[in-house]
């Protein structure tokens, strides 16, 4: 008949019962966060299990039996009434969780519920029955708190108390496991209790509450952004009332949007578009977003904002003016962060976590508020510095290949003249600086600034009907043109929206109305250049009245070149996500704007690239990581791997001694704290292989410690068969806890050894 020690039972009973505590403090707030549908068979499930581990922490047969018990109190429900399909969906809707939502888990929540309660109950209760159990559940509770903090679920902290109670008894017993469990439970819930009662309200300290969500917003910025966001356009500011198609009379007005400080004009990028459709400005390259800090994408920021080119060399010759910019928001704004191009340092509070994406904008994980400051230091270049010509062909010489087919594109309806104008610039001006140069100072000259253009028809190509009939426009026509001019004539260009900064004593009040866009070109081993093309610069927008630079010879083109009144034809839409979308098929009347409108406005998440579409890949990474630390840390920390790094026979013996002490320890059968090694080995005996021989290792082992001999080789290698015998005698559970025991600092400490 099966006998089973009552002290064993009682020991079982209170181990499960601060299990128990512990998964359900676990479970409840996570389920009530997460999915509150699931919440009852999740505690039914952590009863179940409780009262199941109780028999699982007896020894014999009652152990496989109670673990047969549980495995089917696990599977019946879930292999029942088509519970495993729903276990597979419960797989899927647990893969959306990570990637940030929650609405799925709720369809399954009675699957998680019972899934995660039986799995993780089990868990804390062989927690609760190891004395090295104290750890991972410290890291399972730690877990949980981070959970319900980042997802905004703080005022549901106070259901972890039962987690709590039970992490105080694991530790006292931690340091002795003889802790009689009745009075270490007792004290334990009378501290946590007052713990909490004395813990003061929400609110009671405003800066501390403040403080903790900085750092809460800053983590969940830093680690989980993945949201749409909004995007500047110069519409915000009354430059675009056709939107999203370019021009139409303006009447923007002098309303504050920032103070720069900076000691020259500078121009603030805010968005880049590389897709232009024949009506619209458009990009295709933003979907993909980059934390602006993260080391692993240094490589990819370096290559899109141009760090490495010039040459050290180059950078050196003079033509790059370095200066820095501090920016104060004047009133709420998108996410953008307006900055100089070539920006080479950006400084920011950290309630701004800066992002990146391809098409070279950085923005922020929300909106501009009025009073956010941010500074940057910037090395701008002038396009008219008479030493750049001879910098860019001293870097056209050594430059790397690099793809621009991003923004070479232009459509197919722009008209035939506008095209045999930039063959003709591009002809009379082989050098790519001259060339731009030249059609920005054509367009200066022979095209008129003005706020009441007329307005452009819909079904005609914007840049040919401006450079052709309209002949007169704003920022957005002079930057359409130039880019458009310059892809034509073979340089790659994109088209930029921000703010034109003018200082005066060295801090420039911007308005809307300073609003402006310009063009980009790049040049082989140098990088982009800005270039204005509005009459008078910068402050064409607001009637600046910069000198217009010399006449050159190139001529517009001739009333002969004037199209007749019939619009130009388009090209059928293509399907290709890498090129700029078409113009649709013109009509005789003016189309709805809406549909020749490119995909530019608001980022959507699954437009994200995979990282992003994992925005919890670094979870992923972090578990593997652990993983392989522990792996690592369990190779390293086996018996024959510590004796081998000792130096004498001695330190051999006591480490194979310690690591039998550590096992049988895991096995109950540790030695009282007055008991000898040999005192110790005579009343385990029983209990033990007959030929495990650990009282001649005891033997050997007080004999070096009382008597002063020494010990040798065959000393140890008896140690060292003695531990294997144990090790093939012991249990799943026992070697489970001396596996996590011996991971920990000190597992083989020689000066522990009595």
Not at 27 to 34: G, I, Q, S, W
Not at 42 to 52: P, R
Not at 287 to 313: H, I, M, V
């Amino acid at each position: 008949m099966l006998k089973i020690n009552r002290a064993q039972l009682t020991n079982a009973l209170w181990a499960s019962l601060t299990g128990f505590l512990l998964s359900a403090g676990l479970l409840v707030p996570l389920t009530r966060a997460f999915a509150q549908e699931g919440l009852t068979g999740a505690l039914t499930a952590c009863v179940v299990m409780a009262v199941i581990s109780v028999g699982i922490g007896l020894p014999g047969p009652i152990r496989w039996v109670s673990l047969l018990a549980g495995a089917l109190a696990l599977l019946v429900p879930l292999l029942t009434g088509g519970g495993l399909f729903r276990v597979g969906g419960a797989i899927g809707a647990a893969v959306h969780l990570m990637r940030g939502n929650a609405e799925p888990l709720r369809v399954y929540a009675r699957e998680v519920g019972l899934l995660c309660g039986a799995l993780l109950t089990l868990l804390c209760c062989q927690l609760a029955h190891q004395s090295a159990g104290f750890y991972p559940a410290l890291s399972l509770t730690m877990i949980t708190l981070l959970m319900l903090w980042f997802t905004g679920k703080r005022d549901e902290l106070y259901l972890l108390a039962p987690a709590l109670v039970a992490l105080a008894v694991l530790f006292a017993r931690a340091a002795n496991d003889k802790t009689p469990y009745p009075r270490t439970l007792l004290i334990s819930a009378l501290a946590v209790g007052a713990g909490l009662l004395l813990t003061p309200v929400s609110g009671q300290s405003p800066a501390l509450e403040e403080f903790a969500e900085t750092v809460r917003t800053y983590i969940s910025d830093t680690l989980f952004f993945n949201d749409p966001r909004n995007v500047y356009s110069i519409e915000y500011d009354g430059y675009k009332p056709l939107a999203p198609r370019l021009g139409g009379p303006v009447n923007p007005q002098p309303s504050a949007v920032m103070k720069v400080e900076t000691p020259k004009t500078v121009l603030l990028r805010g968005t880049v578009y590389n897709a232009y459709n024949g009506l619209a400005w458009g990009d295709t390259l933003s979907t993909r977003r980059f934390l602006y800090a993260d080391p692993r994408y240094q490589g990819t920021k370096a290559d899109l904002f141009d760090e490495n080119l010039p040459s050290a060399q180059l950078k050196s010759s003079g033509v790059f003016d370095t200066f820095e910019v501090k920016i104060t928001m004047h009133k709420d704004s998108a996410s953008t962060l307006f900055l100089p191009l070539r920006t080479t340092k950006l400084t920011t509070p950290m309630a701004l976590v800066p992002y990146f994406n391809a098409s070279t904008e950085i923005f922020i994980t929300r909106d501009l508020a009025l009073g956010d400051t941010y500074s940057a230091t910037a090395s701008v270049v002038d396009p008219s510095d008479p030493l750049l010509p001879a910098v860019l062909a001293s870097a056209r010489q050594s430059a790397p290949a690099r793809d621009m087919s991003d923004y070479l594109g232009v459509p197919d309806q722009i008209a035939t003249e506008v095209r045999t104008l930039a063959e003709r610039f591009k002809t009379n001006h082989p050098d790519p600086l001259d060339l731009a140069l030249t059609i920005r100072d054509y367009l200066r000259i022979n095209f008129t600034y003005t706020l009441s253009p007329v307005t452009p028809p819909g079904n005609q190509d914007f840049v040919s009907f401006f450079l052709l009939r309209g002949k007169e426009g704003y920022c957005t026509y002079f930057a359409s043109a130039m880019a458009v001019l310059g892809r034509l004539s073979g340089l790659p260009t994109r088209y930029v929206e921000g703010y034109a900064a003018i200082p005066v004593d060295g801090v420039a009040n911007v308005t809307a109305d300073k609003a402006h866009a310009w063009c980009e070109v790049y040049f082989d081993g140098f990088g982009w250049i800005a270039f204005d093309a509005t009459p008078g610069g910068a402050g064409g927008n607001s009637g600046g009245s910069e000198s217009p630079p010399p006449q050159r010879e190139d001529p517009p083109p001739n009333d002969q070149d004037e199209p007749d009144e019939q619009p130009t034809p388009s090209p059928e839409p293509q399907n290709n996500p890498q090129q700029p979308e078409q113009t649709p098929q013109p009509s005789e009347e003016p189309q709805d704007p809406a549909s020749n409108e490119l995909p530019q406005e608001t980022e959507q998440p699954q437009d994200e690239p995979d990282d992003k579409q994992r925005s919890l890949w670094w979870l992923w990474l972090l578990v593997l990581a652990v993983i392989g630390f522990m792996v690592w840390r369990g190779m390293m920390t086996r018996p024959e791997a510590v004796a081998a790094t000792r130096k004498d026979e001695a330190d051999k013996l006591l480490t194979w001694y310690r690591a039998l002490l550590s096992l049988l320890k895991a096995m109950r059968l540790g030695a009282y704290p007055a008991e000898s090694p040999v005192q110790h080995a005579a009343r385990i005996a029983q209990s033990l292989p007959a030929d495990c021989g650990l009282d001649a290792v005891a033997d050997a082992v007080t004999r070096l410690g009382y008597g002063k001999h020494g010990t040798d080789a065959a000393c140890v290698a008896e140690a060292e068969r003695c531990y294997r015998a144990v090790w093939r005698a012991a249990g799943l559970p026992a070697k489970g806890a001396w596996l996590v025991r011996r991971m920990l600092p000190g597992a083989f400490d020689v000066r522990a050894v009595p």
